[in-house]
Nanobody, 124 residues
Framework: QVQLAESGGGSVQPGGSLTLSCAPS????????MAWFRQAPGKEREGVAG????????YYADNVKGRFTLSQDNAKNTLYLQMNSLKPEDTAMYYC?????????????????WGQGTQVTVSS
């Protein structure tokens, strides 16, 4: 079974930056879709950024465009989310998701594999 491990969360002040990482463990994993989601207390899980790996097509939620950057390192089999200009409303548990199929739309919750999440807190 593929497991996804997120790391890089933490506490920062508004305007600060964090970089999240997501790496699968276990057997070699051929994934075609990966994405970052987040869920704040009392709110629904929402897509933050996603990628269709075969076409290297990247999508962002409107509320993070220009501040967050999704990237991947194929050699390390790792997905990253660089988060700049963080705001208190970015506070949430961030989850990595992946699927061997192309998930449409990218922010659908229908990904097959999910990580345990990493907490991001933005507060002064």
């Amino acid at each position: 079974q593929v497991q996804l491990a997120e790391s890089g969360g933490g506490s920062v002040q508004p305007g600060g930056s964090l970089t999240l990482s997501c790496a699968p463990s276990g057997a070699a994993y051929n994934r075609n879709s990966m994405a970052w989601f987040r869920q704040a207390p009392g709110k629904e899980r929402e897509g933050v950024a996603g990628i269709f790996i075969g076409g290297n097509i990247i999508y962002y939620a409107d509320n993070v465009k220009g501040r967050f950057t999704l990237s991947q390192d194929n050699a390390k089999n790792t997905l990253y989310l660089q988060m700049n200009s963080l705001k208190p409303e970015d506070t949430a548990m961030y989850y990595c998701a992946a699927d061997s199929l192309v998930v449409v739309p990218w922010d659908s919750p229908d990904y097959n594999d999910w990580g345990q999440g990493t907490q991001v807190t933005v507060s002064s």
